[in-house]
């Protein structure tokens, strides 16, 4: 079945080269810095009655996920959380209301508000539940698209705790027999500290890919392989792929996140999630976020964290041009990468974007420190 | 890839045909009650020094993988647990301890027991926490083979939580990109309530497969599919197989359980655990174990998982005959056949070799209800 795939694998190129055009690593294109991109982010939000301390939260997320070259989620998504805002669908001046409480776990109402404004709120929640009990798990209803799960798990991980985030979606993957979809690609992030900054962070669907690789192979006409989606409805397959090859284990790793998620906090689930976009109808999306404190347990988790990614990372390659890598290498690659450049590299198209916004919010264009 | 697969599909029946022989589904074999089955566990542990209510915890572990048709985890694996108690590399004796507790978490020393002493320990400490403070994290070393995870997530099940398990395992699947093995199939297992016992019940490894999976086949002289395993190191490949359809998210998986597991437990991790079937060293394997209790959050738990399943068993299958299932379907017609015939049909394969360990051990033959 990958026969169609590896035939057009010239065509793979000029993936790449989009992805490079659209992910900032040109040579010729200007770089804006960080902090530049994050006031942009905030200013823009402000532009359209988002509280600013609501605005820092979203510019947060979008910022960190540029930095590590996780684009699909970085400023290119902006428009996305302004239509949302603009269409009353998202409450940008919600703040999130604890509905019930223990020492170790919460129940969260996200009022409807932004994603990343839910999703901090309920990490510190439960970084201060872990600190004083060893875990602590917080579950909400009521929110909204999140952005990269990394930025909350990362929270976790700068007070040096394992940290565990999940989110249901809008429904586009089959689960496993089916023929149209009805669950969400439900993505899980989970980081843990290891020395000297050398962290595990792992962010993945429980897709065989996401939406948005599928999106970017579809803008190309590039074909989309069929192990990642049915060609005749377009649905995702659950990781795994094929029912040979354990496509349940992808199917039920939704679920449970699902379970974790909008059957927990009593939020929408499954296929009654409203469609990819839509600014019709609230999204009552359901968030679950656990930390955990490794001093509860055994001494020297750092240590062995650093001593197995070390012996992974050591394994012969089957490819001796494809090292062995851990979950989080990739990432950090490419934020050395923006720090030695001193800032992100957009594409022209990216820019133009932002440009058009400015004016038509009136706030001050996005400034590259470098043309 | 799955040329190969395919062209010997008719070499399938010979598998399903030794599935059903050693599975108990044959018609004219003897019958053996739970009741029965559970007994001679207990006396031939018993009769290699097991205290009679440790071995009482390996015997439920066992008849309840026959009874939900987990084979590979059932009496077949008597053996394995008697070889270690009598080669001193477990101590049947041992009990767990308590290194560290808070109201939320606790940090176990297994001190070498038998897995499903320490396993049911930990989880009954998950649960009374999770009861006082809607969470309970419990991790431990110094374990063994805790047999099926499924039990452990049903003790939780039985007072209404959802109940999480996690462990690492003997060193067979080789991460992405690397040519032998060096972590586990390290499995995980979740059930959470739904109403009237239609529960959600998933069970599995990390991997494609799991290793009994592939031994059925090699014992068979099946041939072993290229996404399975690696054919010319034998090395299991992790979930999503290829790196093309996101294996790393497997090997991710693998790797956050270990985190969970050896990591904070501070037991034997990845590449450190012994081999399969060794009997030389002590396995000090490490174990995780959650229970969530859903009353902490919204209500209608049961409710919303029963609405979810039932959506989900109703969806229009791509193949009519195959309808899409949900997590613990397969398990509960197996139940359901074993009621109504009143025990297990073990193979007579089995049955000899039950006799055999009967004489050698010198306790009170396995006795069927029916011949």
């Excluded at 129940?107 to 539940?129: H, Q, R, T, Y």
Aim: glycine residues 8%; hydrophobic residues 40%; charged residues 20%.
């Amino acid at each position: 079945m990958w026969t169609s795939w590896w035939r057009t694998k010239h065509r793979i190129f000029d993936v790449v080269k989009y992805f490079v055009r659209n992910s900032g690593t040109v040579e010729d294109t200007p770089i804006v810095s960080l902090a530049e991109c994050r006031r942009f982010v905030i200013d823009c939000m402000m532009a359209v009655g988002t509280p600013k301390h609501n605005a820092e939260r979203l510019a947060d997320n979008m910022v960190e996920a540029d930095y590590r070259g996780l684009h699909g989620h970085g400023i290119n998504r902006i428009e996305m959380f302004l239509s949302e805002v603009q269409h009353g669908s998202c409450d940008a001046a919600a703040s999130p209301e604890v509905l019930n409480e223990s020492a170790a776990t919460a129940w969260v109402e996200g009022n409807n508000g932004l994603g990343p404004v839910v999703g901090s709120f309920c990490m510190n929640l439960a970084i201060d539940k872990a600190k004083n009990l060893g875990v602590g798990l917080v579950a909400c209803k009521g929110s909204n698209h999140f952005g990269i799960g990394t930025t909350y798990v990362i929270q976790a991980l700068k007070k040096d705790l394992v940290g565990l985030c999940f989110s249901n979606t809008s429904p586009v993957v089959a689960p496993t027999r089916a023929r149209c979809p009805a669950i969400g690609t439900n993505p899980l992030s989970v980081a843990a500290p290891g020395m000297a900054e050398d962290n595990f962070v792992l962010d993945m669907a429980t897709s065989v890919v996401s939406r948005g690789k599928i999106e970017m192979r579809r803008k190309m006409n590039v074909p989309v392989p069929l192990g990642w989606a049915d060609p005749l409805t377009g649905a995702l397959r659950p990781l795994g792929s094929t029912e040979e090859n354990s496509s349940y284990k992808g199917y039920g790793l939704a679920i449970c996140i699902e379970i974790l998620c909008g059957i927990l906090a009593g939020g929408h689930y499954g296929p009654y999630i409203h469609p990819v976009f839509t600014t019709e109808t609230e999204a009552n999306l359901a968030q679950c976020f656990v930390a955990i404190d490794p001093c509860f347990f055994a001494p020297g988790f750092q240590e062995r964290l650093t001593d197995l990614t070390t012996i992974l990372r050591n394994l012969e390659p089957s490819d001796p041009r494809k090292p062995v890598q851990v979950a989080g290498d990739t990432q950090r690659v490419h934020m050395k990468m923006i720090e030695e450049n001193g800032g992100i590299k957009y594409s022209a198209e990216q820019l133009k974007s932002c440009e058009n916004l400015a004016k038509s919010l009136d706030v001050k264009p996005l400034r590259p420190i470098k043309q």
